[in-house]
């Protein structure tokens, strides 16, 4: 039972870091994208921190994503039966 409910910890831990991901990379890219309106014609993009760090949380996010799918491979989906009890087929 302990095995069983380490892999299911893990594997939340994993689906935490795919949809934190996930969720940084639409928040940042919208606010990279209204910034980018907002000064086009004013500021050329790179010369401006926001647009600079707008694309920089974009990339966290895109490794975020990564370390959540390499920890969803590494440990393999964990087997839950209907009634919440893990599979005890060992």
Known sequence: ??????????????DRWFVGGVTTLIVSSLLTISWRVYTVG???FGSAWPG???VA?????FFMMAIGIAL????????VDSNGDSDSSD
């Open 42 to 44: 004013k500021i050329p």
């Open 72 to 79: 969803e491979q590494r440990n393999g989906p964990s087997r």
């Open 52 to 54: 600079v760090l707008g």
């Open 57 to 61: 949380v974009v990339g966290a996010a």
């Open 1 to 14: 039972m302990t095995k069983a409910k380490t892999t299911a910890e893990v594997s939340q831990r994993s």
